[in-house]
């Protein structure tokens, strides 16, 4: 039911038959940069996370999952992580504003979690998250989709400390 890495005819459409959810290949990694460019004010240290993970992206345990519009737009996109024994993490959900409110994130989110559930048959596997309490947007999405808050802990952006929500839910 997923996407072969690097696009292929297996995919997943979303309320408008024009979106298509394809797992990225390293091709890809340019245009996700690109588009992660408008984060860098909340995560300066998003390039350096991207060049230190370039190796492990597109891989069967660092997957990626974009959201096309047509053959080509990039429109949304989810990093995840299957760190083992069950624990799988988002590490980025992100939809360009001009689509959200389209079910986009919820598709990317449902893609990971089916993901995360066949990589593990053997155990209950959860999902982990990390996103800022003052993102009330993306704390009320992940809770109206099942996540709980677990911890609150803070980390420090551009000499700032902000208060971030860990998120988690079993699958």
Not at 92 to 105: A, N
């Amino acid at each position: 039911m997923f996407a072969e890495r690097g696009g292929s005819d297996k995919q997943r459409s979303c309320h408008r038959p024009e979106f298509r959810v394809v797992e990225a290949g390293r091709q890809d990694m340019p245009r996700v940069r690109e588009m992660c460019k408008p984060l860098l004010n909340d995560h300066p240290q998003l390039d350096k996370w991207f060049d230190r993970n370039a190796d492990a992206f597109c891989t069967d345990d660092r997957p990626i999952w974009l959201v096309r519009l047509g053959d080509d737009e990039i429109v949304g996109l989810l990093i995840g992580r299957f760190t083992g024994e069950g624990d799988s993490k988002c590490s980025l959900l992100y939809v360009k504003p001009e689509f959200r409110d389209t079910g986009l994130g919820s598709l990317l989110l449902q893609t990971f979690e089916e993901r995360a559930k066949a990589a593990y048959p053997d155990v209950t596997p959860f999902s982990h998250l990390n996103v800022y309490i003052d993102q009330k947007p993306s704390v009320k999405f992940f809770l109206d989709r099942g996540y709980k808050v677990t911890a609150q802990f803070f980390h420090e952006t551009k000499n700032v400390w902000r208060q971030r929500l860990r998120m988690e839910k079993q699958l």
